[in-house]
């Protein structure tokens, strides 16, 4: 890879992540594109992810330590955002890995389309305890033409997935963390409403690790869930144009009835004892998406 190609800013979100953070750092350090700079920003962790990630810095130049006080993941990447160097700014959660062309073919695609904010390729997904049967996940499917409508819909999109130009997010602006959930879809959103062109590619760029006791299998993630994208809805709303409202009115109309009704089913569904019938059900349903990649 050239000198003078782009730098690439990976920022790390990490919360008591001795267990996986090596293995992130690894596929980092495995990359075919040289150019680029890991910023792992500590959350306030309890364990020897400092310590790991100490002994990282020391072995690669290009990766950098930060700490901060617990303030939850969306206020890390904010943080690493914020010190990052590069033109391009890529996102790994500790317990994820890149594939080892993801730079390489997210770069030279940006490089080639100007007119494209963020690029976003296919990853694959396993169990953990099962790392060789991988997985697609039938939500994360390419946008249709008017973006923002598609990702008001549905969060279609991983933040493993994407490489985005660091100048969209210093305008517009990146994670909320005021809610606990749907930071990302947010970022998505208001990227698309602000014009940010997403395009599609069809490299595998990453590896997500899938965990039955991820913070989705909680009993109130529906519930927050729901919560968070009214909040997101209620914030967006004001600022669209009289033209905007007039395309959108229905949707943010029909969006505000459905998730008004998932806050019912999520209070239910986080309260005992409905929670031992109905979470059951709704992880069996959730794991329907995923479909074994032969």
Known sequence: MLDDSPLVSIIIPAYNAEKFLAGALESVIRQTYRNWEAIVVDDGSRDRTAELAKAYVAK????????????????????????????YIALLDSDNMFSPEKLAAQVAFMEAHAECGVSYGRIVHFFEGAPNVLYKNRNEAPLESDAFRSLLWRNSINVLQVLIRKKHLDEFGAFQGRWPACDEQYVWVNLARHGVKFCALDDVVGISREHRTS???????????????????????PSLSAEEKERYGGDFNALSKKYH??????????????????????LKRRDRNYIRVD
């Open 261 to 282: 009704r998932m806050l019912w089913i999520g209070r239910f569904i986080k309260t005992r004892p409905f929670s031992w019938v109905l979470l059951p059900l709704y």
């Open 60 to 87: 690669d130049g290009r990766i950098k330590y930060v700490y901060q006080e617990n303030q939850r993941m969306a206020a890390a990447r904010n943080k690493g955002i914020g010190l990052a160097q590069g033109q």
């Open 215 to 237: 913070d989705s299998s909680r009993r109130g993630h529906i519930y927050d869930t729901a919560w968070s994208f009214l909040q997101m809805l209620k914030l967006i709303a």
